[in-house]
């Protein structure tokens, strides 16, 4: 084999540079805003805890915007854009329409990271971090978040209605919407258990506490006093998704549904006799068993389909495009 000479070298190096910065463009890393942001995580944080002790259900919206980004386009902030006269986001597909909710709480913390280190930190990945704190101040588990996002520059609003998993959907169609976001059974029950938190709207249970014959009759009766089974009327009175402790952080979730106290369709659909039920069965008495794989799923959900390296922006408003 011939000698390498100097401008063989040179050009290997570049090859081998640009290979390098390219693979590191597309990882996430818990470290990327170590030097250009060493105040960010402190900074998202005391604006979070700021928010939930004002209105503990704010964590619970938080989580839930952080779900329905990442199953849209992946995780790229595109459901934090807002409607204009020329651009059509996510916000008012069907899922989102009237219950997606906590955008001001994300533009509050951005204006503050802003005021740290303007410019550095996209909305996608405070999204990301938003989330992940909420669920530690309510008491869940804590993870590494990974970042390293870019925001998107436009949102698919149809993508938006037919993406993200609906209250009335059945078991197979939750797998099908999972797995395709690389995620398994075992993390559609962990990240399903979110509902530990926050609260649901009487349109979204109304079908389930009135028809459904998998539900404890005590229960339904409880939401049936604040839901009347008449459309259109009461639509919007909320019930808490878990009874128990809603705005805890724990198993109560996984209690209930062995309990078939599940408030929405698509959550006793996972004790139902199915495929799910010993993962359920295993978080109702194991709560160390369900913080580490939520945990664990939290970080897989966030892997999908990041903008990274010079794709996307870095928006300095998370409403609107630059």
């Not at 779900?67 to 807002?82: A, E, P, Y």
């Not at 709480?105 to 930190?121: F, L, N, Q, Y």
């Not at 059945?170 to 509902?195: E, P, Q, T, W, Y």
């Not at 109304?206 to 939401?223: G, H, M, P, V």
Request: net charge neutral; glycine share 8%; with cysteine.
């Amino acid at each position: 084999m011939a000698p390498l000479n100097g401008s063989r070298l040179t050009t290997i190096g570049l090859v081998l540079f640009v290979l390098i910065i390219g693979t590191a463009n597309a990882n996430l890393s818990t470290y990327f805003y170590s030097s250009s942001c060493p105040q960010l995580f402190s900074t998202v944080k005391s604006t979070m805890q700021s928010a939930i002790s004002k209105e503990a259900r704010i964590g619970a919206s938080i989580l839930r915007l952080f779900f329905h980004d990442c199953f849209v386009n992946g995780c790229d902030g595109s459901i934090l854009l807002d409607d204009t006269a020329t651009f059509t986001g996510e916000q008012h597909a069907l899922q989102n329409n009237n219950s997606a909710r906590g955008f001001e709480v994300i533009d509050t913390i951005k204006s503050a990271v802003e005021s740290v280190c303007p410019g550095v930190v996209s909305c996608a990945d405070i999204l990301a971090i938003a989330a992940a704190d909420s669920v530690t101040i309510l008491g869940g588990p804590t993870w590494n978040v990974k970042l390293g996002r870019r925001d998107a520059t436009t949102a698919n609003q149809s993508a938006a209605a037919t993406s993200i998993p609906r209250s009335d959907s059945d078991l197979k169609v939750l797998a099908k919407m999972f797995s395709n976001n690389g995620l398994s059974i075992k993390d559609l029950v962990a990240l399903s258990g979110g509902h530990t938190i926050g609260q649901a709207r009487c349109i979204t249970f109304r079908t389930r506490i009135y028809t459904e014959t998998n539900i404890y009759t005590s229960f339904a009766s409880i939401r049936q006093s604040n839901c009347p089974n008449v459309t259109g009327t009461g639509d919007n009175n909320l019930a808490p998704l878990d009874l128990q402790t809603p705005i805890s952080f724990d198993n109560d979730y996984f209690k209930n549904l062995v309990q078939k106290k599940g408030l929405l369709h698509s959550d006793q659909q996972l004790f139902n006799g199915g495929s799910a039920d010993s993962i359920v069965s295993g978080y109702s008495t194991n709560p160390k068993s369900f913080f580490s794989d939520f945990a664990t799923a939290m970080i897989k959900m966030g892997d999908i389909k990041p903008l990274t390296g010079s794709n996307g922006e870095i928006r300095k408003n998370c409403g609107k495009i630059n």
